[in-house]
C-alpha cells in the first residue's frame, strides 16, 4: 500500500502549474519518473482523461433528474429555505459530490460555487451528512433519492447508483443489528 507522502511531491508540483496544464505536465513526468511515481501519474491521467464532461454540464444534468422527480422550479437558483427547495439542493450537490470525487480542482468550494447565490464547502458536507442520513432511515425518501439515481444511471452518471447500493448494504447492516439487540 502507498503512503499519502509518496504523492505529495506530484501534488505539489501540480499546484505550482496552472490546472489547464497539469494533463500535459502530468504526461510528461509520466515518462521521466521512476516506477513508483509513474503509478500515481498514471492514476492521475487516467481521472483527468475520464473527466470529459465538466462538472457544470453534469451539474445541470443532475438537477434535471431531481427537478423530474420533485416537480421543482430552479431550486439550484432559489434562495428560500423550503423544504422542497432544500433537499432537492442537497441532493444535487451529494450527487455532483460523488461523481467528482476523483477529480482534481472539482473539491467541494468548486461545487458550491455552481449554485446561486454560492454556497460554502461546509454547505455542501452538510448536504452530504443529511442525504445520507435520510437515505439510512427514511423510507420514502430512500425511494425518490433511489429514483434519481437510476435516472441519472440511465444518462451516464453511474457513480451514484453505485454508492447507493453501498448505503443500501449499511442499511441492512443497521437492521440486522437492530432485530439482533
Known amino acids: 500500500m502507498k503512503?499519502?507522502?509518496?504523492?505529495?511531491?506530484?501534488?505539489?508540483?501540480?499546484?505550482?502549474?496552472?490546472?489547464?496544464?497539469?494533463?500535459?505536465?502530468?504526461?510528461?513526468l509520466n515518462q521521466i519518473a521512476d516506477a513508483e511515481y509513474r503509478e500515481i501519474c498514471q492514476k492521475k491521467l487516467f481521472v483527468y482523461t475520464n473527466s470529459k464532461k465538466s462538472i457544470e454540464e453534469t451539474f445541470a444534468r443532475i438537477c434535471d433528474c431531481i427537478r423530474s422527480e420533485y416537480m421543482t422550479g430552479d431550486f439550484e437558483r432559489s434562495t428560500k429555505r423550503d423544504r422542497n427547495l432544500v433537499f432537492p439542493r442537497q441532493l444535487a450537490a451529494y450527487f455532483t459530490l460523488l461523481e467528482f470525487r476523483n477529480v482534481p480542482g472539482a473539491g467541494l468550494a468548486r461545487i458550491g460555487r455552481l449554485y446561486t447565490p454560492k454556497k460554502h464547502h461546509a454547505t455542501i458536507v452538510h448536504s452530504r451528512q443529511v442525504v445520507e442520513n435520510l437515505f439510512l432511515w427514511d423510507a420514502e425518501v430512500e425511494k425518490k433519492i433511489t429514483n434519481v439515481a437510476e435516472c441519472l444511471d440511465r444518462i451516464g452518471i453511474n457513480q451514484p447508483i453505485n454508492t447507493l447500493k453501498q448505503l443500501k448494504t449499511v442499511k441492512n447492516g443497521k437492521k440486522r443489528k437492530q432485530t439482533e439487540v
Open 3 to 28: 503512503s499519502s507522502h509518496t504523492k505529495a511531491p506530484i501534488d505539489r508540483l501540480l499546484l505550482l502549474i496552472p490546472e489547464d496544464s497539469h494533463r500535459e505536465a502530468l504526461e510528461l
